[in-house]
């Protein structure tokens, strides 16, 4: 169940959105607000997984409020519903999932809840795959089984195509999370983000070959591969290995 507050100055919109919002089963609208100021108070107090804000308001527009919100650091989903396009830049600067443009139909607004429904459980999904890595684990895919590596096991980590692989001496194992996810959790000392589409573990790094422009290929033990570090990540490998 998605729990939403609703927040607008227009009566009309807010009843339009009740509207469309309780013909879905899983959301339950906990509020809905023609005063930023009370909303923000509800918001606080009640911490809901989505926040439909309107931008231009008195008293504090929804720009204001959604940095309150930021200041949270909940996990609120925040989606700005104006009638005005030009503040989509500083919406999405501020981490706002979406951006809808009155008169807003049904359709626009349940797109909006199922993406947010598949960011939910994206989440869901890498905090409980975050509990492997405390134990020094990862669940792979390899022929339709899950199987869990040692990541000490793991040479290096990369994409193939949109996929991303776990690689070890001999293998290659899908895995659910994305790069920049593996980079949070991770341990920085052991496992270095070196290029856009690879993160190495350094305890298996054979050679470091300096190339041009400060950037660096490695090169791995027992395998022939070589991988480029590039110059934004270059920094980070001389701080991590001190030369």
Request: charged share 30%.
């Given at each position: 169940?998605?729990?939403?507050?609703?927040?607008?100055?227009?009566?009309?919109?807010?009843?339009?959105?009740?509207?469309?919002?309780?013909?879905?089963?899983?959301?339950?609208?906990?509020?809905?607000?023609?005063?930023?100021?009370?909303?923000?108070?509800?918001?606080?107090?009640?911490?809901?997984?989505?926040?439909?804000?309107?931008?231009?308001?008195?008293?504090?527009?929804?720009?204001?409020?959604?940095?309150?919100?930021?200041?949270?650091?909940?996990?609120?989903?925040?989606?700005?519903?104006?009638?005005?396009?030009?503040?989509?830049?500083?919406?999405?600067?501020?981490?706002?999932?979406?951006?809808?443009?009155?008169?807003?139909?049904e359709k626009r607004v349940n797109k909006t809840i199922n993406l947010i429904q598949k960011?939910?459980?994206?989440?869901?999904?890498?905090k409980q795959q975050k509990k492997f890595f405390e134990h020094n684990k990862i669940p792979?895919?390899?022929?339709?089984?899950?199987?869990?590596?040692?990541?000490?096991?793991?040479?290096?980590?990369?994409?193939?195509?949109?996929?991303?692989?776990?690689?070890?001496?001999?293998?290659?194992?899908?895995?659910?999370?994305?790069?920049?996810?593996?980079?949070?959790?991770?341990?920085?000392?052991?496992?270095?983000?070196?290029?856009?589409?690879?993160?190495?573990?350094?305890?298996?790094?054979?050679?470091?070959?300096?190339?041009?422009?400060?950037?660096?290929?490695?090169?791995?033990?027992?395998?022939?591969?070589?991988?480029?570090?590039?110059?934004?990540?270059?920094?980070?490998?001389?701080e991590l290995l001190n030369f």
């Amino acid at each position: 169940m998605l729990r939403v507050i609703l927040v607008d100055d227009e009566k009309l919109s807010l009843e339009q959105l009740e509207y469309i919002l309780h013909k879905d089963s899983q959301i339950e609208i906990i509020g809905s607000y023609t005063c930023s100021l009370e909303a923000l108070k509800q918001i606080q107090a009640n911490e809901p997984d989505i926040v439909m804000l309107d931008i231009e308001m008195p008293q504090k527009s929804g720009i204001e409020v959604a940095r309150k919100i930021l200041d949270m650091q909940k996990d609120i989903f925040i989606v700005f519903i104006t009638a005005y396009d030009e503040y989509a830049i500083e919406a999405f600067e501020l981490e706002a999932v979406d951006y809808i443009v009155k008169p807003f139909s049904e359709k626009r607004v349940n797109k909006t809840i199922n993406l947010i429904q598949k960011r939910m459980n994206d989440i869901h999904t890498f905090k409980q795959q975050k509990k492997f890595f405390e134990h020094n684990k990862i669940p792979v895919w390899k022929n339709n089984t899950i199987r869990l590596l040692d990541l000490n096991q793991i040479y290096y980590f990369t994409v193939d195509g949109k996929k991303a692989m776990a690689c070890t001496k001999n293998e290659s194992y899908l895995i659910n999370e994305t790069l920049g996810q593996l980079e949070e959790c991770l341990k920085k000392e052991v496992f270095l983000r070196c290029y856009k589409s690879f993160i190495v573990n350094i305890e298996h790094i054979d050679k470091i070959i300096p190339m041009f422009n400060q950037t660096y290929i490695i090169k791995l033990q027992d395998l022939a591969i070589e991988i480029p570090v590039s110059r934004h990540y270059s920094k980070q490998l001389k701080e991590l290995l001190n030369f």
